[in-house]
């Protein structure tokens, strides 16, 4: 299996702020990364596929970067509509896991 | 407009098998476009893939549930279904179906899930 870590588990954060969230593959995983967003009792969101590319409909603050084994989550002015959990997947074989995942609150 | 939406019983006794079905509207899961399925969430943890479907039938398990995963379709009612048997504690989470592109086995629409606690 491919282990999914992110970091850091937990990030305290103002509005406004610049913030980054790190996701590591044991191995190699091309760009095969996906990225969501989840926010208490809902289901996760889905941000960000190939590492780097923004599913329709979500905010241009959200950016995605990396390759291999080390993948980054950049959210350039955090808004109050941000502050959820964030996971990040890799999809380049089976069993398609998950990273455990980083909760982003308020400072 | 895409939407996914499970149901099942809500409590599973050990030993037992869980029983899901997910009823999708707005797209056909005939379409070779997708992929179909199932995530689930142990309660305060993270996400775990469980397994997919396609249009033909064709499956995929995750290999630590495979053993006790059957994902089926059911293509006149627009319906996937989960079985997962021989149930623990351990299998206590809330279960989402979520559809994904076909080639890419991620996840844009989900359904709102649902908790199935596995308790005597």
């Known amino acids: 299996d491919i282990q999914m870590t992110q970091s850091p588990s937990t990030l305290s954060a103002s509005i406004g702020d610049r913030v980054t969230i790190t996701c590591r593959a044991s191995q190699s995983i091309s760009s095969w990364l996906a990225w969501y967003q989840q926010k208490p009792g809902k289901a996760p969101k889905l941000l960000i596929y190939k590492a780097s590319s923004l599913e329709s409909g979500v905010p241009s603050r959200f950016s995605g970067s990396g390759s291999e084994t080390e993948f980054t989550l950049t959210i350039s002015s955090l808004q109050p509509d941000d502050f959820a959990t964030y996971y990040c997947q890799q999809y380049n074989s089976n069993s398609y896991t998950f990273g455990q995942g980083t909760k982003l609150e308020i400072k | ?120």
Not at chain 2, 3 to 23: F, H
Not at chain 2, 42 to 60: Q, V
Not at chain 2, 70 to 95: G, P
């Open chain 2, 1 to 120: 407009q895409v939407q996914l939406q499970e149901s099942g019983p809500g409590l599973v006794k050990p030993s037992q098998t869980l029983s899901l079905t997910c009823t999708v509207s707005g797209v056909s899961i005939s379409s070779g476009d997708y992929y179909w399925s199932w995530i689930r969430q142990p309660p305060g943890k993270g996400l775990e893939w469980i397994g997919f479907i396609y249009y033909s039938g064709s499956t995929d398990y995750n290999p630590s549930l495979r053993s006790r995963v059957t994902v089926s379709l059911d293509k006149s009612k627009n319906q996937f279904s989960l079985k997962l048997n021989s149930v623990t504690a351990a299998d206590t989470a809330v279960y989402y179906c979520a559809r994904g592109p076909s080639g890419a086995v991620l996840f844009d629409y989900w359904g709102q899930g649902t908790l199935v606690p596995v308790s005597s």
